[in-house]
């Protein structure tokens, strides 16, 4: 009876007060949202830190080898016990996880040191089509001894099979072969199975052998990781990037010398946007031609971080720029301190964006949740889910929200008079014809960018991964054009002062008042006065 009555107390109170219920529902949903975000970042790290009975780099392929009765493996004849083996769905190459067929592995390398080989035998690595090729005579299969260092310095060819067990692992997409050099030709592998190679040790899982032909002799080589991408393609990114630099230094320099430009909030916005974005793009050339492992550690991370600061305020600033006009179409001015306090906020973001993405790389979240930037590259490793994390979504947030003033700031000029000749003290005519450039110019920022993003997804989910896609540099250049022609080419201003001071031919427009004549005094000028005085504003 007395549950009833609560009952029917609760129910008369969400009758009389429904305030309460619809809060009571918004609590849900932010409960919901708050379990949605707590599951996407734990349940992907759980997942892959599965409890196996040792890392992946431990552990061979036993699927092929004799199960006994009692759940063991023999192997290589290695009898591996049942809590040393697993069934696995993965593979793992480059340090990240790949999804394979089911199969299963046994931590061999706990119980006796193994080396690892790049192909199966009779095969070996083909360094122009990155693949294992056959080749029945020069087979790795032939080699039966390998020279093993030991701790005293000495060496002594030793049986493979008998001194190791033998992992045939990929181990990585891309891998250094330099035969002009001499140092790669020199190597020590000791008995755990460690490799040194230039004064650095190689875990098992870093380093794989095969035969390769030398001063024609075919002897078994280590193969190491490759991390610093070469050819066609990273020449033609840095190339097309290096021109986009240019012609966005050149328009900066052109706002900057003219005073109407660099005075106006829609100059000054675009002079911050562009130095931002150069300066960004200029740390990325850079890191695509600088090979890593010629980099300190710290270097390349600073490098790294310093260059996502630069490309993310680049793109908050196009927010104040859009602010500035939907304010200007509303009549509704923006003061300069109050922008000066914008642009102050914008670059607080920006660090504290860049400082976030950093705690995160320093964290113990799962690998395919950090940017990896400082890992295996300078920049963001296209192989993790970091990137859309941290560098596509808050660009299309930022992106979105420039996009929205920017629409606002559209429908806000219909609903002026159709007379209007001046909007809060700026010429209107011009004003207008900078905001359609202007949005011409953010909408294939955004077209741009919304590739590069469906690009990289669509990449992660085909498992095709790519660190420099020369597209990529033929977009910001096709960007920098862009910017060139409605930036700068269509920009009032910059036509009256190339035509006075180039060409000599100054044009008698209706843009010729300077931005220091108010609206008050354009309507004191007499119609006789020279057409120098004629209307015209600020932008």
Not at 472 to 490: H, N, R
Request: hydrophobic fraction near 40%; include cysteine.
């Amino acid at each position: 009876m007395e549950t009833q009555n609560r009952h029917a107390h609760y129910s008369a109170t969400l009758q009389s007060r429904k305030t309460p219920a619809i809060t009571t529902l918004r609590l849900s949903k932010s409960t919901a949202i708050s379990i949605v975000l707590f599951t996407f970042f734990t349940i992907p790290t759980t997942t892959c830190a599965k409890e196996y009975p040792c890392p992946y780099s431990q552990t061979v392929n036993i699927t092929d080898g004799l199960r006994l009765k009692d759940g063991s493996y023999s192997f290589e004849g290695l009898i591996i016990p049942a809590n040393l083996t697993a069934e696995y769905k993965i593979k793992i190459i480059d340090g990240i996880e790949y999804s394979a067929p089911k199969h299963w592995r046994g931590c061999a390398c706990l119980l006796k040191p193994c080396v690892t080989f790049c192909c199966a035998p009779k095969m070996h690595y083909d360094e122009k089509h990155h693949n294992c090729s056959l080749n029945e005579k020069d087979g790795h299969s032939q080699h039966t001894h390998i020279e093993v260092t030991f701790g005293n310095g000495t060496t002594s060819a030793l049986n493979i099979k008998d001194t190791f067990i033998v992992r045939y692992e990929f181990g990585c997409q891309n891998k250094i072969v330099e035969r002009k050099r001499n140092e790669f030709w020199k190597w020590d592998l000791f008995k755990n199975g460690t490799l040194k190679r230039d004064g650095r040790l190689y875990s098992t899982d870093e380093y794989c052998f095969t035969p390769l032909e030398n001063k024609k002799t075919w002897s078994l080589t280590p193969l190491t990781c490759e991390r610093f991408k070469k050819g066609f393609r990273v020449w033609i990114y840095a190339i097309c990037t290096s021109l986009a630099i240019i012609i966005n230094i050149g328009i900066i320099l052109m706002f900057i010398a003219i005073k109407d430009v660099r005075n106006s909030n829609y100059g000054e916005g675009l002079i911050f946007h562009l130095f931002s974005l150069t300066m960004g793009l200029c740390f990325l050339v850079y890191l695509h031609l600088k090979n890593p492992l010629n980099l300190s550690h710290t270097a390349c991370r600073n490098i790294g971080f310093l260059a996502y600061f630069f490309i993310i305020v680049s793109f908050l600033i196009l927010n104040i720029i859009s602010g500035s006009f939907w304010a200007i179409f509303s009549l509704k001015p923006i003061k300069t301190w109050y922008l000066k306090v914008l642009y102050g906020l914008t670059f607080a973001v920006g660090l504290a964006l860049k400082y976030i993405v950093k705690a995160v790389q320093d964290s113990n979240t799962g690998r395919h949740l950090k940017p990896g930037i400082g890992e295996d590259f300078c920049w963001f490793d296209t192989r993790l889910w970091g990137i859309l994390l941290y560098f596509y979504i808050p660009i299309l947030i930022s992106m979105a929200a420039s996009m929205f003033c920017s629409a606002r700031a559209y429908f806000k000029i219909f609903q002026l008079p159709s007379d209007t000749q001046m909007v809060a003290g700026k010429d209107f005519k011009i004003t207008k014809t900078h905001f359609i450039s202007y949005c011409i110019y953010i909408l294939v920022v955004f077209s741009i960018w919304m590739r590069e993003m469906i690009v990289y997804i669509t990449a992660r989910i085909r498992e095709h991964f790519f660190i420099i896609d020369f597209w990529s540099g033929i977009c910001v250049l096709s960007l920098a054009c862009v910017g060139f022609v409605f930036l700068l080419y269509k920009n009032k201003f910059v036509q009256k002062w190339w035509s006075e001071n180039v060409t000599g031919t100054a044009k008698n427009t209706e843009y010729d008042l300077t931005p220091d004549y108010s609206f008050l005094r354009v309507q004191n000028v007499k119609k006789s006065e020279p057409s120098d005085n004629a209307e015209n504003g600020t932008e």
